[in-house]
C-alpha cells in the first residue's frame, strides 16, 4: 500500500491530509509514559463500541518507535492521546536552534500519525493485525524558513525519512500492532511555498473564490488592481 501525505507540522497543531479524502488535525504533543503510567489494554464491550474506537483510532495513539533516525526511546501517547493523560507534555522548543528538522518529535508524530492511519485502513479492509501492516508513503512537508535556508538542512531531514525503514508497535490492545512505514519520496519545502504552488496552479473553482473574497473585502485594492495582476509573480512560467 502506498500512501500520499501533505504533512504541516505545526508548533502547536499538525495538519495532514492523506491523498484527497481524509484530513487531520491534532495537537503536536507526545507524553513519554512511564511504567506506573502504562494503562491494561483496551477491551470492549460489544462490537460497536470497538467500531467507535477503531474509527477515532488517531485520539487513542499508544506507541513506541523502533527507527534509527528516531533517538528518544520507549513509548508514546501521541497527540489527544498525550493530552488526555494528563502526563507531562513534549512540544516543539521553539528556542531550539537544532530546530524541527533535527527534533525527534516530527518524526514521533509523522510516523504514529502514518502507522494509525494504516492501522485504520487495515480494520476497514478486514486484514488480519497479527500481521505486520506495512505503508510506503511519499509525503510533501515543510520547515520554518530561517531553518530550511540553512546549509544542508532540508536535505538531512529528508534522510531521516528515506533512508531507513521505520517500525510503529501499538500497544493499545493485548497484542500489540506492528506497523512498517517506508518513505519513497519526501518533499521538503520552505513554509509558505507550499501555499504559494497550490495559488500558482489553483483551479477555477478556487480563481473565482479568491476573486469574490478581494471584491468583498479589499475595495481599494481590487479597484487598483486585477486579480490576474496580483498572481502574476505566482504564475509566471
Known amino acids: 500500500m502506498t500512501m500520499k501525505l501533505a504533512n504541516d507540522l505545526g508548533n502547536s497543531v499538525v495538519k495532514a491530509t492523506f491523498g484527497n479524502n481524509y484530513g487531520i488535525e491534532f495537537p503536536s504533543v507526545i507524553a513519554v509514559q512511564q511504567p506506573q503510567n502504562m494503562g491494561a489494554p ?32 520507549g513509548r508514546f501517547f501521541v497527540g489527544p492521546a498525550a ?7 513534549s512540544t516543539f522548543d521553539l528556542n531550539d536552534f537544532g530546530g524541527k528538522a533535527d527534533d525527534d518529535l516530527s518524526l514521533i508524530l509523522t510516523l504514529s500519525m502514518i502507522a494509525g492511519k494504516r492501522v485504520m485502513e487495515a480494520v476497514v479492509k478486514g486484514e488480519d493485525l497479527a500481521e505486520t501492516l506495512n505503508v510506503k508513503v511519499k509525503m510533501a512537508t515543510a ?16 534522510k531521516r525519512y528515506l533512508d531507513q525503514s521505520h517500525t510503529v508497535i501499538f500497544h493499545n490492545f493485548k497484542n500489540p500492532i506492528t ?20 495559488i500558482k496552479y489553483a483551479p477555477e473553482k478556487l480563481l473565482k473564490t479568491m476573486m469574490k473574497d478581494l471584491q ?19 504564475r509566471t512560467p
Open 143 to 158: 520547515l520554518p524558513i530561517a531553518e530550511g535556508k540553512r546549509q544542508g538542512v532540508r536535505e538531512a531531514y529528508q
Open 83 to 89: 493530552v488526555e493523560s494528563q502526563l507531562p507534555l
Open 42 to 73: 483496551v477491551t470492549f464491550d460489544d462490537e460497536q463500541q470497538q467500531t467507535e474506537y477503531m474509527n477515532h483510532f488517531m485520539d487513542h495513539l499508544d506507541a513506541s518507535i523502533s527507527s534509527s533516525a528516531v533517538k528518544l526511546q
Open 179 to 198: 506497523v512498517k512505514v517506508t518513505f519513497e519520496q519526501v518533499f521538503v519545502a520552505l513554509e509558505g511555498e507550499v501555499a504559494q504552488f497550490y
Open 216 to 234: 468583498q473585502n479589499f475595495t481599494q485594492t481590487w479597484r487598483k488592481w486585477s486579480l490576474c495582476t496580483i498572481l502574476r509573480p505566482y
